[in-house]
């Protein structure tokens, strides 16, 4: 089962795709520029359509989803950590 889909393997987020992934969770995702998977666990409750790190991202870095850079992290972001607004802004204001 695929619980989140990730453009390409340059991205740092993927988004979830099926509802109900809980912290703990063991996930695989799909890149698929690649078609390869990839698996992690979920630090966090994630809800579907929302965006879930895939590397490690530091405070200040660019976040990228689907090759496109959606803003700045505003806090460190671990693998399988919820990204979202609460830790990622965008660069427009």
Do not use: C
């Not at 989140?4 to 992934?21: A, N, P, Q, R, T």
């Not at 998977?37 to 660019?62: E, R």
């Amino acid at each position: 089962m695929i619980h989140f889909v990730v453009h390409d393997e340059h991205d740092s987020v993927g988004v979830v795709v099926v509802e109900g992934v809980k912290a703990g969770d063991e996930l695989t995702g799909w890149v698929m520029d690649q078609d390869k998977t990839l698996k992690f666990k979920a630090a966090n409750d994630i809800p579907i359509g929302h965006k879930l790190a895939i590397k490690p991202i530091k405070k200040g870095d660019t976040v990228i989803k689907y090759g496109v850079d959606i803003g700045r992290a505003v806090a460190d972001i671990g693998v399988g950590e919820h990204a979202h607004v609460h830790n990622i802004k965008t660069k427009r204001w």
